[in-house]
């Protein structure tokens, strides 16, 4: 997560703003697009991961030339992420624990930026998208278990997606106590059968999100299907109204002479 995704200038400001960008730090790549009739949007890496975080919190939202900054994280395909994190885990234990997967360039733990409480996620970011996969599918099939919960934690591949949103800070704090190691819980165990129940839990919490999900789509799907109802039937009383209003009068037409 060293690189941002900016938006919100104007291309004549591009240059400019990456010498704004440069004031927080040192940057490795620094690219601008310019989509036909859209505004441009760049993307910028930062060698230092606390540079970007710096430039992050700073910029978005500030005024550059009138116009007020759009600063968000840019998660590239190498990225997986991570929930249901305790509140002792530190970017550090993040990195070290996904480390038996394969290389980790940099992990963050999301942290809430006024209570600095983290808010049970955070992000990996590996040396090459296939580790990624494997990394996310290997958690997925086992019961990977951090800090002592027998909770395990949720990994999502991300993919394509574009940016993280969120005024959000990225640290490294967090309270010191003695736990174990991030691993695999193992079958036959107390600690296996609690966290199968947490998953089980997941799964049908998950379920419920999505078939509330569904039903208030099919309730706004039934909701624009009726208006687009009413609206043909207020439309043919309109046209109805209009020929009939149109039309000549059949007692103008009988009063002509009939030379004319």
């Known amino acids: 997560m060293r690189k941002l995704f900016v938006s919100a200038f104007t291309p004549e400001r591009a240059q400019e703003l990456r010498g704004v ?21 760049a993307h910028c890496e930062f060698r230092k991961l606390p540079d ?28 997986i992420s991570v929930q249901n994190l305790g509140p002792f885990v530190t970017s550090n234990l993040l990195q070290d624990a996904f480390s038996v997967f394969g290389p980790v360039e940099y992990a963050v733990v999301v942290c809430d930026p006024l209570t600095r409480k983290t808010r049970g996620k955070g992000f990996i970011t590996f040396s090459t998208k296939e580790v990624a996969q494997l990394a996310a599918e290997k958690s997925r099939s086992g019961l990977f278990l951090f800090t002592g919960t027998p909770r395990p934690v949720l990994v999502e591949y991300v993919g394509d997606m ?80 209009e020929a009939r209003c149109c039309q000549p009068p059949a007692a103008a037409q009988a009063a002509q002479p009939a030379g004319r």
């Open 162 to 241: 574009p940016c993280l949103d969120g005024d959000v800070l990225v640290t490294d704090e967090g309270a010191q106590c003695e736990t174990p190691a991030p691993h695999f819980a193992k079958q036959g165990t107390l600690e296996h059968d609690f966290a199968v129940q947490w998953q089980q839990l997941g799964q049908v919490h998950a379920a419920e999100l999505q078939a509330l999900a569904d039903a208030q789509h099919a309730q706004l799907e039934g909701l624009y299907k009726d208006q687009v109802r009413q609206h043909e039937a207020a439309l043919q009383v309109v046209r109805a109204l």
């Open 52 to 79: 970007a975080i710096l430039c992050k919190n700073t910029l978005h939202g500030r005024l550059f030339h009138e116009m007020p900054l759009v600063v968000q994280w840019l998660l590239t395909q190498s990225t």
């Open 21 to 41: 960008l440069s004031t927080f730090g040192e940057l490795s790549s620094y690219t601008v697009f310019t989509p036909i009739g859209a505004r441009p949007y």
